[in-house]
């Protein structure tokens, strides 16, 4: 668990963070300037191989003194792949195009964006808060938790399960959006598996990081995920009805 009481720092200099997170954003529109090919390799490695990438966030720090990525292409693929799944949604399910523009952004913003925001600010500042550990003395130079870096995390988890709930979920959403046992069984393990390995990779990316302690916290919440999953199966519960039926009531 947590402790109840923040420990006590001096506070490091924040300039190299903040004098990044511009550069960061600039590149956004410059496509000459992002490495795609390691981009789908990291995307491919954090479906079978996730400790990989880590591995190689080590690598990053070492050459670039940084946690955090300098390259935004992970952010815009990932976004430009929801966009593409979430239009293929709408294709087969919605009926207006005014529609499924909202569906579209709705989705990038709150599904993925947004959250990650919330997410990576909550994450950055439980890091920082409680489970950095203390410094052996006063010449060790403090290390904290960059945004950032905690956003590239979120980035990180959310696209094994973008794979599963939302390409995976569509070629099976016709079977798991039907009424009955087996459908509410299916779309509740796809649910269950897809947030824990979510949480898996999140506790991947703080445990890789040397100056945190207790980094099993970010593990917790699968426990929490395990114990539900099957009351929700049993009352009935059906995720992808729900979903669907959130954003598709009409064809659903």
Not at 86 to 92: D, E, P, S, V
Not at 170 to 193: C, D, K, Q, R
């Amino acid at each position: 668990m947590l402790p109840t009481v923040s420990k006590t720092r001096s506070t490091p200099s924040t300039s190299r963070p903040n004098s990044m997170f511009p550069q960061y954003l600039r590149r956004i529109v410059k496509w000459q300037q992002m490495d795609i090919e390691y981009t789908f390799w990291q995307m491919l490695h954090l479906c079978t191989a996730p400790k990989v990438v880590y591995q190689h966030t080590k690598y990053h720090k070492q050459t670039k003194n940084q946690w955090a990525r300098d390259d935004p292409a992970f952010v815009v693929i990932c976004s430009l792949l929801l966009a593409v799944a979430t239009i293929a949604y709408c294709a087969a399910y919605d009926h207006s195009a005014a529609h499924a523009v909202f569906v579209v952004i709705s989705v990038l913003l709150f599904h993925f964006l947004l959250t990650g925001v919330f997410l990576a600010t909550c994450c950055c500042f439980l890091t920082n808060a409680y489970l950095r550990e203390e410094a052996p003395n006063s010449h060790v130079v403090e290390q904290r938790v960059e945004w950032l870096y905690a956003f590239d995390v979120h980035c990180n988890s959310f696209f094994p399960m973008f794979v599963m709930l939302y390409v995976i979920h569509y070629f099976v959403s016709p079977l798991l959006v039907a009424h009955g046992f087996i459908p509410e069984l299916l779309s509740n393990l796809l649910f269950m598996v897809a947030a824990s390995y979510y949480h898996y990779l999140n506790f991947l990316g703080y445990d890789v990081l040397p100056f945190l302690e207790r980094t099993t916290f970010f593990l917790y919440p699968i426990g929490v995920i395990i114990v539900l999953s099957p009351i929700l199966i049993l009352s009935g519960f059906n995720p992808s009805r729900y979903f669907m039926n959130m954003y598709f009531s009409q064809r659903v």
